[in-house]
């Protein structure tokens, strides 16, 4: 099995790109910064004491990095992870995401920003089941309101760029867990966001399935995506073009340069 | 746009409720049940009381009755058997009721005759009676043949006969009856007519039950005179009753009460010993009805306790379902679903669980009330609003019982979610 990833970059027919037009011209250069992080903390109580998951975190990273977020158990790569993504909001401290200033979005906000701005990969793939692979990558754009036909032709091509194209019909209890990563993949490039977050997402696949999603992924940040993702292994930290070495909820230090 | 988008989300509803097609299908079951349930009672109590009331229609709800009662006999007149008891309403009573009341429209007077009666060979017992033609404006039906009694009727000599349906059955006449004679006690009577009737079942009497035959009032009062032979536990008792009744028809529903108040205190003035009695349908068909609203919503409770049992069937169901998906809400709200679009998701599925049960229960509902019919004799109804509240009902309890668990789902800590097992 090989990864079928056209080197063409992405093929978005007239329809999907008529609809999908628009957002793109907001977008910063590459080299903008995307991320923003301005003296972070996240605290959590934990009966009268205060766990500090992150702890004053300043960070900036740019459109078209690709960063390994690494770190021993309980450092805080999580809690990171979460606030970038936006499912989570920082005790105190400034998070600027394209420009958008979410440290103190309202719920309804911070949905449309995951909506409109992420893409999440997770270590556990999280299809959701009673879907086919063309409608679980549809959702992103279900919730963005495209029109059926539109959002078919996009699910469509996203499918055939991780190499799924023949695939759309199947559940994901009937593919393999490389496989149903790639699905995972291509819904979270369905809608064309500026940043992928992915969680350990080679953690569920063994080694040469996982090589392929990082290949996938390497591939991707080639065509211009901003990706950051949380890892333990060093030889998939070695795929991004950056490390971020976190201790006791702060920045220890900073290896590459994204 | 917007339609497309909602049909999209029923689709996507139903498959995911058809994963689980036994689950969705017992889920459904309550609803079914409760909807059928609500809509068999409503029916049987429609039936019932469409039944009673019109019985009391029947006597028309501008109308008063006034009947003679035999007063009850005291201890002393026992040894006095043979002394001829006088009772009952007067001739006068009914002029003074048809001439100084401002709202009685006309009375029909009437005096009940048991007599032998014979056409040809055929001879049978008829109740005979005697009243004046304002009786066929006041108890309208229907005449098969003929004509009925008219004013010109009125006097001693009209020697004519009006048979009912049921009287002419028990002498055989038929249309071609109508111009001869027969003979009722000791005098030939020309049959002019023949009118149907009403067979009264139940408790309320219709005021043309058991008649046999009409004959003017001065033709009855002139042969019958106003004694009556009353044969009770082997001994015959004779007895004077001037009017066994008297229909008095008021113009208005609304002056019906207040008229019969009046009425009731002019007889208690001339009737002291209470020997009469008076009734007011419209009171009856009042009671009726209040005693009908209580009884239907006995019915409709019990019917919607076995709903609200449905509905907390589906309200575990969907509970159930939320716990098993936790995950997927945590990736929809990832991906950039909002609370109220997870809430919506949830909704659907239950207000399809629900309106589903419910078009099934409107199906099955009248099966049920016809099913009660024939095993209980029963007559039942479907009123059309039985049909339109289980709509509502249905609808009403897919939202109820939804917006608890939906808004569970919807409430859920993304990063909680997605980290569930
Ligand atoms: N929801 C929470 N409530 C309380 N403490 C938490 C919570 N989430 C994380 N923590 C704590 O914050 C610290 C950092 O956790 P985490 O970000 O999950 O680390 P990592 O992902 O690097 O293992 C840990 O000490 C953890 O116990
Ligand atoms: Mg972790």
Known sequence: ?258 | MALMKIVRDVKLGAKTLLLHKLRSMLTMLGVVFGVASVIAMLAVGEGASREALDRIRMLGSDNIMLHSVKPTEQPEDRGQRQRILSYGLHYEDERRIREHFEHVVRTAPVKEIRQDARLGERSHELRVIGTTWAWFALVPRPVIAGRVLAERDMDQTSNVVVLTEHGARRLLATEQTIGNRIRIGDGYYEVIGIVQNEEASGETQIPDSRVDAYIPLPVARERFTDFHVRRSAGSMERERVELHRIIVQVNDNEHVESTAAAIERMLANNHPNGDYSIQVPLQLLRQAEEQQRIWNWTLASVAGISLLVGGIGIMNIMLASVTERTREIGVRRAIGAKKRQIVSQFLIETLLLAGLGGLVGIAVGPLLADRIESLSGIPTIVPTYAILLSVGISVTVGVAFGLYPAARAANLDPIVALRHE
């Open chain 1, 1 to 258: 099995m090989t990864s079928q990833l056209t080197d063409a970059g992405p093929a978005t027919a007239p329809a999907a790109e008529a609809y999908a037009a628009g957002g793109d011209d907001e977008r910063p250069p590459i080299g903008a910064p995307v991320v923003v992080l301005e003296d972070v903390h996240k605290h959590y109580p934990m009966g009268d004491q205060v766990v500090r998951a992150l702890n004053g975190v300043s960070l900036e990273l740019r459109r078209g990095q690709f960063w390994a977020i690494m770190g021993p158990s309980g450092s805080g790569k999580s809690t990171m992870l979460n606030l970038l993504g936006c499912l989570d909001r920082p005790t105190s401290g400034r998070y600027v995401l394209n420009n958008h200033d979410v440290s103190d979005m309202s719920d309804d906000e911070l949905s449309d920003i995951r909506l409109r701005e992420l893409g999440f990969i997770f270590q556990s793939f999280n299809l959701i089941p009673q879907l086919t692979v063309r409608e679980n990558i549809e959702l992103p754009l279900y919730y963005q309101g495209w029109p059926a036909a539109a959002s078919l032709q996009r699910a469509t091509e996203t499918a055939e760029r991780v190499g799924l194209g023949d695939r759309l019909g199947h559940r994901p209890a009937e593919l393999s867990g490389g496989q149903q990563q790639r699905v995972a993949v291509a819904r979270a490039l369905a809608s064309d966001p500026q940043v992928l977050l992915a969680d350990e997402p080679t953690g569920n696949l063994d080694t040469s399935t996982g090589q392929m999603i990082m290949k996938l992924l390497s591939d991707l940040n080639g065509q211009g995506k901003t990706i950051i993702l949380v890892t333990h292994e060093a030889e998939i930290a070695a795929w991004a073009r950056g490390r971020i070495h976190m201790r006791d909820g702060g920045i220890e230090r900073i290896e590459g340069d994204g």
